[in-house]
Every structure is written in C-alpha cells, then in structure tokens.
C-alpha cells in the first residue's frame, strides 16, 4: 500500500533528559504499528546529538495520522513536554512520488 502521507517528526530532549524521554518514545511504537492506518512507523536519534530524535510515518491517508495524534498512549508526552522537550516538536508532511515496494 503506497502510503497517503509520510510525516517526519523532531524531538529534541532537555538535557539529561534523554534516557527518559527515549524510554516513552519507544513506548509508542508497538501501539502505533496496530493502529490499522499505520503502514510504518520508526524512532532514529541523531549519530552526531543523542538528543535529537527523528521519527519516519508513513500513514495510509492524513485522516489516519489526524486519528493517531489524538490516540490516548501519546498522552504523557503531550502531559511532560514542558519538563522532558528541550524545543517543541517539529512536523513535517510529505507526500511520496517514488514507487513504495516491499
């Protein structure tokens, strides 16, 4: 299924917050893997800042990801940020034009 919209999202931690908000980040990916719009979803940090972490969406429409953003698991990041984001998170939407094979 070639994805409808293809989200990359920023996150950046407060220092010697990293361990804790990695932990949470992580938390997010099997549930968002099972929500039935969701083609990919990966969690990277940056080889040259371990506080900056990336994520790569690949979403089966925008209606999809609009559904996931109010999913009750993102919460406690949306309850932290002020103590765990060292900067607000940055989005980022794409649309795919190269052929999606698996």
Do not use: Q
Request: charged share 35%; aromatic share 10%; proline share 8%.
């Amino acid at each position: 299924m070639k994805p409808g919209c293809t989200v990359i999202g920023i996150v950046y931690a407060k220092p010697g917050k990293r361990e804790e908000l990695l932990k949470i980040l992580k938390g997010f990916v099997a549930p968002t893997r099972a929500e039935p719009g969701c083609i990919e979803y990966h969690v990277h940090h940056d080889d040259e800042d371990p506080n900056l972490f990336m994520f790569y969406e690949n979403w089966r429409s925008r209606r999809d990801l609009e559904e996931h953003l109010e999913k009750p698991h993102l919460a406690v990041l949306r309850e932290r940020a002020d103590e765990l984001l060292g900067r607000p998170v940055e989005v980022r939407f794409y649309t795919m034009h190269s052929p999606f094979d698996r």
